[in-house]
């Protein structure tokens, strides 16, 4: 079946530090790829996405590649702000099946002044 | 924008008792979920609705049942509350162009005691 791996956490950084939080997945066809963010006390929202392979989503300075040949979608940001500090997951969806979403296990970011 | 609302936001209960969680959206959208987060596991789906009195189950439906008599409210039932029910319950829908993208609500925190 359908799985997603990601780093464990807690991840700390230092302000204006480079972030890379690895993600790789298992799947059949050719699923959409997520990353969605919690804060504190919140629902998951969705970060970025990227629906098919060499697409790159982005959003808020933070970049995911699709790489169906290492089956990747690591999460990358030059540089992190405190506000950043959140947990982060990543996931695959495809549509067929319900358009169930899979998701990893979440990576916590805390990032310090 | 999609609206999700869950009631209760909180609630406390006593092992053995039944429990309904309610999840109402406001755009008549057709896939509705609910997960249950818990440290080191993510979210892990629980039932899915592709629609009125269509629901499925997913990788952790033991113990809860749920029921979907409106396109808007999907409600989920833990029949006889146990302590291992303890958890965040999030519910999401599907939106976005190809269906892939899920939507969520701010979530109800369960405590059973």
């Known amino acids: 079946g359908n799985s997603v791996t990601q780093m464990e956490g807690p991840v700390t950084l230092s302000e204006e530090a480079f972030l890379t939080i690895n993600c790789t997945y298992t799947?059949?066809?050719?699923?959409?790829l997520f990353w969605y963010v919690q804060y504190p006390g919140e629902g998951l929202q969705l970060l970025l996405k990227?629906?098919?392979?060499?697409d790159k989503g982005s959003n808020k300075g933070f970049e995911a590649t699709y790489r169906k040949e290492t089956t990747s979608f690591h999460l990358e940001k030059g540089s992190v702000q405190v506000s950043d500090s959140a947990v982060y997951f990543c996931a695959l969806s495809a549509n067929t099946g319900g358009f169930k979403t899979i998701f990893g296990a979440g990576t916590r970011l805390f990032v310090k002044a | 924008d999609a609206g999700i609302t869950q009631s209760p936001r909180h609630k406390v209960t006593e092992t053995g008792t039944p429990v309904t969680l309610r999840c109402h959206q406001t755009e008549n959208h057709r896939y509705m979920y609910w997960y249950r987060q818990d440290p080191g596991h993510g979210l892990r789906l629980i039932h899915y609705?592709?629609?009125?009195?269509?629901?499925d189950k997913g990788e952790v439906s033991d113990g809860y049942s749920v029921s979907r008599s409106k396109t808007e409210d999907f409600l989920l039932t833990l029949e006889s509350a146990t302590s291992s029910q303890t958890s965040v319950y999030f519910c999401?829908?599907?939106?976005?162009?190809?269906?892939?993208?899920?939507?969520f609500g701010q979530g109800t925190r369960l405590t059973v005691v």
């Open positions: 999401a829908i599907s939106v976005g162009t190809d269906g892939t993208e899920a939507f």
């Open positions: 799947a059949t066809g050719y699923p959409s």
């Open positions: 609705s592709y629609g009125v009195k269509d629901t």
């Open positions: 990227a629906t098919k392979a060499d």
